[in-house]
T-cell receptor
Framework: ETGVTQTPRHLVMGMTNKKSLKCEQH?????MYWYKQSAKKPLELMFV???????ENNSVPSRFSPECPNSSHLFLHLHTLQPEDSALYLC?????????????FGPGTRLLVL | GEDVEQSLFLSVREGDSSVINCTYT??????LYWYKQEPGAGLQLLTY?????DMKQDQRLTVLLNKKDKHLSLRIADTQTGDSAIYFC??????????FGQGTTLQVKP
C-alpha cells in the first residue's frame, strides 16, 4: 500500500481550463517530486521540493505551476495546457539526504487535454 | 551526460526465469533501483542496490551489478503472470537526481 496518494486519478480538461493536481505523502518525508510520464518516453523530472523549497525546475513551461505549502502536500496547477501535455503525472516523495533516499511514488493522475 | 538504457520488451513463459537488463553511463551513481509499473498504476519500488555491492537477493528477485561495465540486471525466478508489467531501471546520480530508463515491458505467457 503506497504512502503517497494523488487526486484526481483521471482528469479531462480543455485547453482553456484551469485545474490542479494534488499529492499527499504520509511517510514523513521532506522532499517531493513531480514527474511526467508520456508514452514511449522515459520519466521526465519536472519539479523537486526540499523542505518546501523548490530546488529543481527542469525547464518546465510556465503553464505548469507547482505549489508546496508543507512537506506533506504538493500541488501542480495547470492552465492553458496543450494536447501534448496529455500524460500520466506522477508524484513521489523521499527523505532527502537519507541513507538511500529512495523515492516512493503515488499512483499518478492520468491527464487528457482536449 | 547521464543516460539509462533498457531493452523495450521481453516475453517469457510462466515458470521460467526472466532477466531484464539495463546499462547506465554515470560512473558516480550511488544507488540503482528497479521499479515495477502495472497498467494504470504508479511506480512500485521493487528493490535497490548500493553501488559498492555486486549482488542482492530478495526472494524471487536477484539484482546483479557490474560496475566496471555499468550494467545492471534484474532476474525474476519462477515468473508468474502477475509479474507482467513494465520494469524501470533508475540510477541515482551524485546530484541526487533519479535518471530512469524507458522501461522494459515484461509479458508472461501462461
Amino acid at each position: 500500500e503506497t504512502g503517497v496518494t494523488q487526486t484526481p486519478r483521471h482528469l479531462v480538461m480543455g485547453m482553456t481550463n484551469k485545474k490542479s493536481l494534488k499529492c499527499e505523502q504520509h511517510l514523513g518525508h521532506n522532499a517531493m517530486y513531480w514527474y511526467k510520464q508520456s508514452a514511449k518516453k522515459p520519466l521526465e523530472l519536472m519539479f523537486v521540493y526540499n523542505f518546501k523549497e523548490q530546488t529543481e525546475n527542469n525547464s518546465v513551461p510556465s503553464r505548469f505551476s507547482p505549489e508546496c505549502p508543507n512537506s506533506s502536500h504538493l500541488f501542480l496547477h495547470l492552465h492553458t495546457l496543450q494536447p501534448e501535455d496529455s500524460a500520466l503525472y506522477l508524484c513521489a516523495s523521499s527523505q532527502w539526504a537519507g541513507v538511500e533516499e529512495t523515492q516512493y511514488f503515488g499512483p499518478g493522475t492520468r491527464l487528457l487535454v482536449l | 551526460g547521464e543516460d539509462v538504457e533498457q531493452s523495450l520488451f521481453l516475453s517469457v513463459r510462466e515458470g521460467d526465469s526472466s532477466v531484464i537488463n539495463c546499462t547506465y553511463t554515470d560512473s558516480s551513481s550511488t544507488y540503482l533501483y528497479w521499479y515495477k509499473q502495472e497498467p494504470g498504476a504508479g511506480l512500485q519500488l521493487l528493490t535497490y542496490i548500493f553501488s559498492n555491492m555486486d549482488m542482492k537477493q530478495d526472494q524471487r528477485l536477484t539484482v546483479l551489478l557490474n560496475k566496471k561495465d555499468k550494467h545492471l540486471s534484474l532476474r525474476i525466478a519462477d515468473t508468474q503472470t502477475g509479474d507482467s508489467a513494465i520494469y524501470f531501471c533508475a540510477e541515482r546520480s551524485n546530484t541526487g537526481k533519479l535518471i530512469f530508463g524507458q522501461g522494459t515491458t515484461l509479458q508472461v505467457k501462461p
